[in-house]
């Protein structure tokens, strides 16, 4: 598969463990707030999002928190397993009309089974 | 699948030639937005097409250009190739203008030799 990046944060965990992904965001005013997993060989694919008028937000076993006072974002997956291993961003929007999202530069997550 | 189209998958052209990328949004999204992805250089945003008119531009070098169709696909022309303009180029679309999540396609994989 393609590599998207040599120089990523890279966190390895066992199968059935729990994983935290952190983000540190650039943007104050940003107000909304996506997580997107890329598999090798494909595109960004959407998991979670957040507002910035809340500051958590559960899906299928994966939960966003926000912490809007020190701009940091994590994605916390449950009972990680070896599908979910794959590179992790974390992306930003501003409150203007013409805001578009903005990319961290990810972080690689390697399950082992 | 996600819904976004990009074709082609793979393209290997010469320094100083020209190419064309090819997207056709998810059925009913009216933006489209492009992205360049560089192992040094994460996801950077290249420019948002709405309806058909160009409503966001980020960081896209003046050899490139980008339009949108009446039906609504879109195509990322990049000129003067160089060495570095080697990368994962993917498009993007969603809804509405400004809002949510967008959805990826798998990408074009652009090698400039």
């Known amino acids: 598969g393609e590599s998207v990046g040599l120089h990523l944060p890279t966190l390895s965990v066992q199968e059935g463990d729990n994983s935290i992904i952190n983000c540190a965001y650039s943007n104050s005013a940003s107000d909304y707030f996506i997580w997107y997993k890329q598999e090798s060989g494909k595109g960004p694919q959407f998991i979670i999002d957040?507002?910035?008028?809340?500051d958590k937000r559960q899906g299928q076993r994966v939960t966003v928190l926000l912490n809007k006072t020190v701009k940091h974002l994590s994605l916390q997956i449950a009972a990680t397993q070896p599908g979910d291993s794959a590179v992790y961003f974390c992306a930003e929007k501003g409150n203007s009309g013409y805001s578009t999202l903005t990319f961290g530069k990810g972080t690689m997550l390697l399950v082992s089974p | 699948d996600s819904g976004v189209t990009q074709t082609p998958k793979h393209l290997i052209t010469a320094t100083g030639q020209r190419v064309t990328l090819r997207c056709s949004p998810r059925?009913?999204?009216?933006?489209v937005y492009w992205y360049q992805q560089s192992l040094d250089q994460g996801l950077q945003f290249l420019i948002q097409y709405y309806n058909g008119e160009e409503r966001a531009k980020g960081n896209i070098l003046e050899r490139f250009s980008a339009q949108q169709f009446p039906d609504l696909h879109s195509e990322l022309n990049l000129s003067s190739l160089e060495l570095g303009d080697s990368a994962l180029y993917f498009c993007?679309?969603?809804?509405?203008?400004?809002?949510?999540?967008?959805?990826f396609g798998s990408g074009t994989r652009l090698t400039v030799v």
């Open positions: 059925s009913g999204d009216l933006s």
């Open positions: 957040i507002r910035s008028n809340m």
């Open positions: 993007a679309s969603s809804p509405g203008p400004t809002g949510g999540g967008y959805t």
